[in-house]
C-alpha cells in the first residue's frame, strides 16, 4: 500500500494527514495528487465518496503562499451543500500551514456578511458559479491572483445550466493557472469543456465505478401507476433507518413525498425548486434521522455527506448506466452493507437492457407479487428536531444548545443527537420520548441567558 509520505509533502502535512486518519492514500488520491503537485492540469473521474477533496485539496494547500493575503485557489461546487463539505474538509488540510482562511461563497444566503468576510481577504474560496459571479460583478473578488481552479462535479453544473457561468469565472482567472477538473461521469460536454480551458491534463480515472461488493442490487417489474405502492411495500419489507428514494423530476418528488406521508411514513422531498431555508431544514432532519426517507431528484441529491444509507430506491430506472452507478454508490459505504433496488415498469425495460450490456452481467429479479403482498408498516424515525431561533450571528455555539437541554431542561445527554448550526438558526435532534418535554423547557427558559422561539422543524 502506498503512504502519503511518497509523494514529497511537507512534514506539517504528513504530520496533518496522520492526526486526520489518513492512513492510506485512496486510488483517486494516489493517481491524482502527484499531478495535482506537479502543477500539471488533470481531469478525473471519480464518484462522491471517494476521496477526490483530499486528492486535489493536499496540492492546494500545498501551493499556497500564505503571507500573500489574496485569492489564490477557487474552488467551484455546483451546490452549496458540497461547497460547506468541500471548505470543511479544506480547513482541515490547512491546519499544516499557519493563518490560511477558506472562505465559502453560495447563494441563498444574505451577500452583506460574505463582502465583509472578502474585505479582510482570504487564500482560498470555495463557492457555486452564480453567487461567484455576484461578487466578481460587484467587485468584492477579485480572482488575477489564482493559481488553481477546480471544477468539483463539473458534469453536475453542466447539467444544471452553469456552462456560462462557469466561462464567465475561468475568464476571469489568469491564462497560467493550473485547471483540475473532478466529474463522476464522461459526457461530451465535458470533454469540450477540458479542451477550452486545459492544457495538455492528464487523465485519471479512478476504477471504483465497476460496482461496490457491498452493495446487494434488486430489480423488480411493476405495473403503471403503482410504484408509490411498490416504495412503500419496500419501506415496510426492509425497515430501513436512511433511505433515499430517487425520482426523474420535480412533480414526482413532491407527489411521491406526498403519497408516503399521507400513508404514514416520514419522507421529504429534495429538489431545485426549494428555497435555500427549507432545503437546509430537510437536509438537517433527513442527516440527523428526525426523517427517514428523503425523495430527491440526481441534482438535488448530488453532493450529499449522508454517512449511513441502508438503503437507495429508484423509482424508475436512472437516464444511463453512469447516473444509475451514481444513484448507486450511495449506499454500502464505509464498509456496511447496502441494499440498492430499481422498480421498472415494461415501457422502461429497454434501460435494464442497456445497463446489463454495459455492466456485462443479468439483472437479478425479485418476486414483485410477494413484495406486493408486504403488509403495510410505516418506519418511524428515531428522533424529532428543534429549530433554534439563534445562531452563528448571535454568538450561539452547539454547548449552549446542549447546556440549556442537560442543565435546566433536565435532558439526559444521550436523548441529544445532532446539533446544526447556522448563521440565523440552529436545529437539534432529540429523542422522541424526550422532545415534547425538551420543546417545553426551551420555550420557558434561556439559551445564553435570553429567551429564543424554538419550534418543531
Known amino acids: 500500500m502506498p503512504s502519503f509520505k511518497e ?5 506539517a502535512m504528513v504530520s496533518n494527514l496522520e492526526q486526520l486518519g489518513f492512513e492510506h492514500p485512496t486510488e483517486i488520491q494516489a493517481k491524482a495528487l502527484p499531478q495535482c503537485l506537479a502543477r500539471r492540469d488533470v481531469i478525473a473521474m471519480a ?25 489564490q485557489a477557487l474552488i467551484l461546487c455546483p451546490t452549496r451543500e458540497l461547497a460547506d463539505q468541500v471548505s470543511k474538509a479544506l480547513r482541515e488540510l490547512a491546519r499544516a500551514r499557519d493563518n490560511v482562511k477558506v472562505l465559502t461563497l453560495c447563494g441563498g444566503v444574505s451577500i452583506g456578511p460574505q463582502i465583509g468576510s472578502l474585505s479582510h481577504g482570504a487564500h482560498i474560496v470555495v463557492g457555486t458559479p452564480g453567487r461567484i459571479q455576484d461578487h466578481l460583478r460587484k467587485g468584492t473578488l477579485t480572482l488575477d491572483r489564482v493559481g488553481t481552479v477546480v471544477l468539483d462535479e463539473a458534469d453536475r453544473m453542466l447539467d444544471m445550466g452553469f456552462e456560462d457561468a462557469m466561462e464567465d469565472i475561468l475568464g476571469q482567472t489568469p491564462e497560467t493557472r493550473q485547471t483540475l477538473m473532478f466529474s463522476a461521469t464522461w459526457p461530451e460536454s465535458i470533454r469540450k469543456l477540458s479542451a477550452r480551458y486545459q492544457q495538455d491534463p492528464v487523465d485519471v480515472r479512478a476504477e471504483s465505478g465497476q460496482g461496490n461488493p457491498d452493495i446487494r442490487e434488486l430489480f423488480y417489474e411493476i405495473s403503471p401507476g403503482a410504484t408509490t405502492d411498490a416504495v412503500m411495500a419496500l419501506l415496510s419489507k426492509h425497515q430501513p ?27 421529504l422531498p ?10 437546509d431544514s430537510v437536509l438537517v432532519r433527513f442527516g440527523n434521522q428526525s426523517c427517514s426517507v428523503l425523495v430527491a431528484t440526481d441534482v438535488a441529491a448530488r453532493g450529499l455527506d449522508i454517512k449511513s444509507l441502508p438503503l437507495v430506491i429508484n423509482a424508475e430506472p436512472a437516464r444511463d448506466s453512469e447516473v444509475h452507478t451514481h444513484r448507486v454508490g450511495r449506499t454500502g459505504r464505509a464498509g456496511e452493507q447496502g441494499l440498492a433496488i430499481t422498480l421498472c415498469t415494461p415501457s422502461k425495460g429497454h434501460k435494464i437492457s442497456r445497463l446489463e450490456s454495459d455492466r456485462g452481467r443479468a439483472a437479478e429479479w425479485g418476486d414483485t407479487e410477494a413484495l406486493m403482498a408486504t403488509p403495510q408498516q410505516p418506519v418511524y424515525p428515531a428522533m424529532k428536531t428543534l429549530c433554534i431561533a439563534g445562531g452563528r450571528k448571535e454568538k450561539v455555539r452547539p454547548g449552549d444548545v446542549l447546556g440549556a437541554l442537560t442543565g435546566e431542561a433536565g435532558i439526559p445527554g444521550s436523548a441529544v443527537g445532532k446539533i446544526d448550526l447556522f448563521d440565523f438558526q440552529c436545529f437539534v435532534a432529540i429523542d422522541k420520548d424526550y422532545a415534547a418535554k425538551a420543546l417545553k423547557r426551551l420555550e420557558s427558559g ?11 422543524a
Open 47 to 71: 464518484q462522491t465518496g471517494s476521496g477526490k477533496t483530499a486528492a486535489f485539496g493536499i496540492g492546494l494547500v500545498e501551493h499556497l503562499n500564505p503571507r500573500l493575503f489574496a485569492v
Open 241 to 267: 433507518s436512511s433511505c433515499i428514494v430517487f425520482c426523474t423530476t420535480k412533480q414526482q418528488c413532491d407527489e411521491m413525498a406526498e403519497g408516503l406521508s399521507q400513508r404514514g411514513f416520514s419522507a
Open 7 to 11: 509523494f514529497g509533502l511537507s512534514p
Open 446 to 456: 434561556r439559551v445564553k441567558g435570553r429567551k429564543i422561539r424554538v419550534r418543531y
Open 270 to 279: 429534495l429538489h431545485g425548486d426549494l428555497e435555500q431555508r427549507e432545503r
